[in-house]
């Protein structure tokens, strides 16, 4: 039997829900929030995981989230929609989620569905802290959940990188090389010098501290398949938003667009990766559209996720169906259109290049004097130098995305399609997960 508009209404399904979200404050947790409050008026609650800061009130931190642009165009319309947002305070990277006993009762009582958004997403972060916050604080979500008594749905949010040495990776579930049980317990007992020694050796396949964890934070998931209901949603490389709100919303320079940044600032001129690689993305909006549409289908009809088998995890991988652009496209891009740089201390130009030599010299020859003339001269003015340190980020930077930088990684994303086709005629348009193919990734 075909899947066709046998989903309810998102709104609907939310209407008088409970929700509980972790990473409320990053970048996707925001998109979130305000696409939830938006969308789905009638939700009752959301509960926000953050972290307690000494002298800062709850009121003070849930004005941070909502000071941004992001928000603008909702409180503008509807400002009473803060008051469906509560703060719980707490940790990721603590036991029981650092929640208090009034707190975690609230949660145990009330809430139907879990967005697990929270992640260090550093590539560098030491072993020790990436397994306490991505592994250790998503096995203290599941525990949190197991005890829900109206839980609906927990959904996980990873990456599509998190088994690069899959062929192609599909919408399964993948088996890490360690145990996460055993690399909790090191993180706990161990200590962490040693366990930098020998992060390199426990790394194996894996290119960071970051998939790694996130790889084995997938394996906790799919261990509680059978006691709680449960998903793990795969963005590819999450850029910035196509629509929603409004287009080009981004609060970071993580990933490429620091680079492209550097290059239209006229700052950075040699980028090390392949001409040729394509990276997978997914504007922001787009993600979080299909986040919340997998977490409803997986509650309320969770053969359109869980197929081919039911007694299988379900895994939602999520990248932009429209013709990629190379690292050589989005150069030329840059090329022809240098007057979107604003104020370049240097005519923008970039050389990208697979030599790592080249790519070496280059940055030492022809960036680092020009970096170290211009801090002079900010001495000189009696301000502080910035640009060496600025290309030693830049650097280390271009160094840690290397790996995906100069090959490239297929994904299989047919499920998608399923959760379109069985979703109401009118979430189509609101919870839209198709993309237009004039989206441009720089």
């Known amino acids: 039997m075909g899947i066709t ?10 209407s008088g829900k409970h929700i509980f979200v972790t990473g409320a404050s990053g970048f996707m947790g925001k998109v979130l929030l305000q696409k939830l409050l938006r969308s789905c008026p009638e939700v009752c609650c959301i509960y926000l995981l953050m972290r307690p800061k000494r002298g800062v009130s709850e009121a003070e931190r849930l004005r941070a989230i909502l000071s941004v642009p992001l928000f603008e165009p909702l409180l503008s319309e509807h400002p009473e929609v803060v008051s469906k947002l509560r703060i719980v305070s707490g940790d990721c990277s603590e036991l029981r989620l650092g929640l208090s006993a009034e707190d975690e009762d609230l949660l145990l009582r009330n809430v139907s569905y879990v967005f697990h958004v929270a992640a260090t997403v550093r590539f560098d972060d030491p072993l020790h802290d990436a397994i306490l916050i991505n592994t250790r604080g998503t096995r203290e979500v599941v525990e949190l959940s197991k005890k829900m008594t109206k839980l609906q749905v927990l959904e996980y949010v990873s990456t599509t990188y998190t088994f690069t040495n899959e062929p192609v990776l599909g919408e ?7 145990d996460w049980k055993t690399m ?11 366990l930098f020694a020998v992060t390199k050796k426990l790394l194996g396949f894996q290119p960071n501290t970051y998939t790694l964890t996130k790889a084995l934070a997938e394996n906790i998931i799919n261990d509680a398949r059978h006691d709680i209901p ?3 949603f795969r963005p590819a490389v999450v850029l910035s938003s196509v629509k929603e709100p409004f287009p080009g919303w981004l609060d970071n320079f993580n990933g490429p667009y620091g680079i492209w940044a550097g290059s239209l600032k006229g700052v950075l001129r040699y980028i090390y990766a392949d001409n040729d690689v394509a990276l997978s993305f997914t504007p922001v909006d787009w993600a979080i559209r299909g986040m919340i549409a997998c977490a409803v289908a997986r509650a309320t ?14 895994v ?22 240098t007057e979107l740089a604003a104020y370049p201390i240097r005519y923008p130009s970039v050389v990208i290049t697979r030599c790592y030599p080249y790519f070496w010299l280059g940055t030492v020859l022809t960036q680092l004097p020009y970096g170290l003339a211009l801090d002079i001269l900010l001495r000189l003015a009696g301000q502080k130098p910035r640009l060496i340190s600025t290309y030693r980020k830049i650097f ?18 047919g499920k998608m399609h399923d ?22 990734s720089i």
Do not use: W
Request: glycine residues 0%; charged residues 20%; negative net charge.
């Open 5 to 14: 508009e046998n989903m309810p209404r998102i709104p609907e399904e939310l």
């Open 172 to 178: 399964c579930h993948y088996a890490a090389h360690l």
């Open 184 to 194: 909790i317990k090191l993180a706990e007992t161990a200590d962490q010098y040693s």
């Open 230 to 232: 449960v998903i793990i």
């Open 301 to 314: 009809n969770p053969q359109v996720v869980r197929r081919p088998d039911p007694q299988h995890l379900a």
């Open 316 to 337: 939602m991988n999520m990248c932009g169906d429209f013709v990629k652009n190379t690292f050589r496209d989005q150069a030329q891009y840059l090329r022809e259109n």
């Open 396 to 413: 280390q930077a271009n160094n840690a995305l290397s790996y995906f930088m100069t090959k490239e990684f297929p994904i299989a994303t």
């Open 419 to 440: 959760v379109h086709k069985a979703m109401h005629p009118h979430d189509r348009e609101l919870f839209e997960i198709t993309v237009d193919t004039n989206y441009v």
